[in-house]
Each structure stands twice: as C-alpha cells, then as structure tokens.
C-alpha cells in the first residue's frame, strides 16, 4: 500500500472491506497534502461485505495520458444533441457569443466543440481534410481564432474509421496527417467516434491518434468515442483525457437513466486526467421535463461526467438556465478530489429510491436522494453508506436550494423527494469535540 501519482492507489476489490480504514486514512492524508486547511480526524467505520465504498478508485490508472488536461471533467458545449448535421460557421459564433453573453462561459463552459458534418464530403488533392466550403466557407482556423478571441476553445470531431457516422472522411491510417491539420487551425479538442471502424479493436486503433495529437506539439483535449464496446475504463486511461461508456444518449428518461446506470459500474476507473464519459447533456432539449432534467444534471455532475451542454444555448429557457448555471453543483462537478460519485443505497419498487454519493474535497460528501419511481418518497442516506459513525455530527447543505438546512444530523439524513426528481446537498462533519 502506497500513495501514487498524489492519487490513493490502494486495495484490490477483493480486500475492499478489509482495507477501508487503510483507504480512509490515506484519502485524509491526500487532502492534507492538496490543501493547506487542517484536515478533520473523521471517525470511520469499517464497511460490511456488499457495501459500496465511496472512496473506491482503486482502478484509477497509474498511466494517464500526460497532456495536462481534463485535472477536472470538461465542460463546454457540443452541436450533436440539438443541431445533429444543421450546423454551419454562424451558428457556432452564435453560440461561442451565447456562452459568453448568457455567463455559461464564466461558469466554466468553455470548450466549443463542432460534431460531425462539418467536413466537405471528400479529402482535396493533396489528401488533406477540408471544412464543408457551403456551411463553414470561411474555414475552420478563422472559426477558431472567433472562439479563442471569446475566451473559449474549439473542438472538432471525426471517427477512427474511414467515415465518420454521417459518412464523411475519417481519420483512421490518416492520424498523423489530420492530426498536424487540427493543430494547425489551431483546434484545441478531439471528440473521436467509433463508424466505419473495418472491425478492428478499438485498443488498435485509438492510441495512434493519442501519438498523433502528441506529435503536434499542441495540447489537443483527446475523447474517446467508441461506445463503451470493448469497456474502455480497462484501458483507455493513458489513452485519452475521457471515454465514453455507453451507446449514444436520446432524449428521453428512459436513456438518460439506463445509461446513469451503465456509466456508475466504472467509477472506480476515473479520475484527474480521465474521467468516464456518459454522453452529453439533453437538458433543455425538451424530451424531459424540469424536474428530470434537474436529476439529469444532478447525476451526471456527482459523477464526474463531462458537463457538455447539449441544447441550443442562443435561446435556453429560464428553466435551462436555471439547471445548467447552479454554481454550487458544478463545484461538485469540478471538486479537485475528483473521485466519481455512484449508486450507494436503494430502496423502494425496483430499487427506484437511490442514494448516489461520493466524497469531496475538505472531507465533505456529495449527496443525491434521486426518486426514480413514479410517486414521491422518502429517501434516506445513511451515514454508514458513507463509511460514517453514526453519532458523526454533520451539516447539510441543499445545492438546489441553495441554503443550510440542518447543522446537526447524526446517523442519516432523509427528505421526501418528487417522482423522477432529486435532491441534492453536500455533507460537512464536524470535528468530534473529544478530538478538537
Ligand atoms: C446555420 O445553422 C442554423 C442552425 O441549424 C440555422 O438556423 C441557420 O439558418 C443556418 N445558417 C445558414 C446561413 O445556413
Ligand atoms: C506528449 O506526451 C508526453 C509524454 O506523455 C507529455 O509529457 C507531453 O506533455 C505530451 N505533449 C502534448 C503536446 O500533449
Ligand atoms: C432512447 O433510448 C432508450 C433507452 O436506451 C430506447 O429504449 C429508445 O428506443 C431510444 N429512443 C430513440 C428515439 O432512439
Ligand atoms: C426558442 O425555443 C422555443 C422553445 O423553448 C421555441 O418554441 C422557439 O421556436 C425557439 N426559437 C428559436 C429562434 O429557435
């Protein structure tokens, strides 16, 4: 047992339950190192057989890529969820002035990525990408310069195949030439997809465009985009800054839900450097309604899921707004501790009331009661699922809210939450007075 790379690197699944205090300690180590603020003696409970450990990234890779990115998960905006191929130059300025007018861009949203289409239907001559001449006449580096010029960054897309999913060139066997492309644009973000791919693994064909953005010399954000197919958390750490998990997100409750579901099984796998990706948001896209966006939002944030708004950000609702600006969720999007949250109790129909949680920075926790059923219910977290005492003393703060709501729970904490909403606190305990 040691402590790696500042991350904590300890324990086999097999040992979970044994070495927890080991884990625990060492967590409290860590943030003693990354903050100067004293750390909390924290009385902790060894966790029975069976119980989610929250502290658990015991399969964060050792390797991550190197390239100085995603310390965080990446926030910004992508053009697939609500535009699909309808994209042109004007609409990404648009947007880049949108982000910026709106205050989304103060918030942390800054990558502005372009998703497929924006590609002329064949190479030039010379073999060479070129931008589609009718929706982007005035070429990717100009749009690039735009958006730098906002404060922001861009981000382009391909596959590693020999299409991308609308069928327009792609960069498998041309990574090295489409790579020096982008980085000569000046692009700062590669969304990598997974068409065409003439059945070879993606382990064979993802990493060579890893060494080919290297080779440019410019620091190009690299994601993976192959689905979740061959279960990439088992190897695409030192690939890329992030990799999907699933199969596209739809607009819907039904997706959005099954694919929390399908990303939560990972979460031992992420961390600074690269994170587990779910998909892009669809909030504000109108296949849901507030209160499920909200849990959209909510889930995808404690789980350290990219935030890459997906809807048309020139003309968000109130309602959009309110869900994508909440200051206080996004600070548990982008914690420093960067472990991912997850699925720790469930109760009710069909396992339908969930407690998903996950340890901050400063000792504290992040916490979502999040009602998946079809009434409202109590929802409950216990302070043992969060490897507590009981008799812990612990302030709750409400982040949707935005205010204290109790300072001195013992045992667990429960409200009564809407039907396919959530509720959503962070968790500070106190110093017990014998240790102060
Ligand atoms: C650019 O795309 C947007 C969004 O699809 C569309 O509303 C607009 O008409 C397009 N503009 C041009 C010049 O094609
Ligand atoms: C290239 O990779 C090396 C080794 O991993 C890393 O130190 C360097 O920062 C990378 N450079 C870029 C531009 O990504
Ligand atoms: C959306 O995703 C759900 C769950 O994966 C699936 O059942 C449904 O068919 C999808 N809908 C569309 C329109 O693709
Ligand atoms: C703005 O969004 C509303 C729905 O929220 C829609 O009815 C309207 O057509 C949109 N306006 C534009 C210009 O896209």
Redesign the pocket.
């Known amino acids: 047992m040691e402590l790696k790379y500042s991350k904590i690197t300890v324990c086999k699944s097999s040992q979970l339950a044994m070495d927890y205090k080991t884990v625990v300690a060492l967590a409290i180590l860590f943030l003693s190192t990354v903050s100067s603020a004293r750390v909390l003696p924290l009385p902790i409970i060894a966790k029975p057989d069976g119980v989610v450990n929250v502290f658990d990234n015991s399969k964060y890779g050792l390797l991550q890529l190197s390239n100085g990115l995603a310390q965080t998960p990446q926030m910004g905006w992508n053009s697939w969820n609500f535009f699909a191929c309808n994209i042109n130059e004007s609409l990404i300025k648009e947007t880049a002035d949108a982000l910026v007018s709106s205050g989304l861009a103060d918030l942390g949203y800054n990558y502005v990525n372009i998703d497929d289409c924006w590609e002329a239907p064949t190479r030039d001559i010379k073999g060479q990408l070129v931008p589609d001449p009718k929706t982007f006449p005035s070429g990717i580096k100009a749009l690039a310069d735009y958006v730098h010029g906002k404060g922001l960054k861009l981000g382009i897309y391909s596959s590693a195949g020999v299409f991308t999913c609308q069928v327009r060139p792609a960069s498998l066997f041309h990574e090295n030439d489409d790579a020096a492309t982008w980085a000569s644009w000046g692009v700062d973000y590669l969304k990598y997809d997974n068409c065409f791919n003439l059945g070879i693994k993606p382990i064979d064909r993802y990493p060579p465009m890893r060494d080919a953005l290297n080779a440019t010399g410019r620091t190009i954000f690299y994601s993976l985009c192959e689905w979740g197919e061959d279960d990439p958390a088992l190897w695409a750490g030192n690939v890329g800054n992030s990799w999907r998990t699933t199969?596209?997100?739809?607009?819907?409750w039904?997706?959005m839900?099954?694919?929390a579901d399908l990303n939560d099984k990972w979460a031992a796998y992420a961390g600074p450097g690269g994170w587990n990706d779910p998909d892009m948001l669809e909030v504000g896209n109108g296949g849901m309604n507030y209160l499920e966006y909200r849990s959209h939002f909510s889930i995808w944030a404690i789980m350290k899921a990219p935030l890459l708004v997906g809807c048309d950000v020139r003309n968000m609702t109130t309602e959009t707004f309110e869900i994508l600006s909440n200051k206080e969720v996004i600070a548990v999007n982008q914690d420093p501790l960067g472990i991912q949250g997850r699925k720790v109790q469930v109760f009710g129909t069909n396992d339908c009331l969930q407690v998903w949680a996950g340890p901050l920075s400063g000792t504290r926790f992040a916490v979502v009661l999040w009602n998946r059923c079809l009434e409202s219910g109590t929802i409950k977290v216990s302070w043992e699922s969060l490897g507590l005492e009981s008799s812990t003393i612990v302030s709750v703060r409400d982040l949707w809210k935005h205010e204290d709501v109790v300072t001195d729970a013992v045992s667990s904490f429960g409200v009564t939450v809407d039907a396919h909403s959530c509720e959503m606190f962070v968790l500070t305990p106190k110093v017990p007075h014998s240790r102060v």
């Open positions: 199969d596209d997100i739809n607009d819907t039904a997706s839900t099954t694919i």
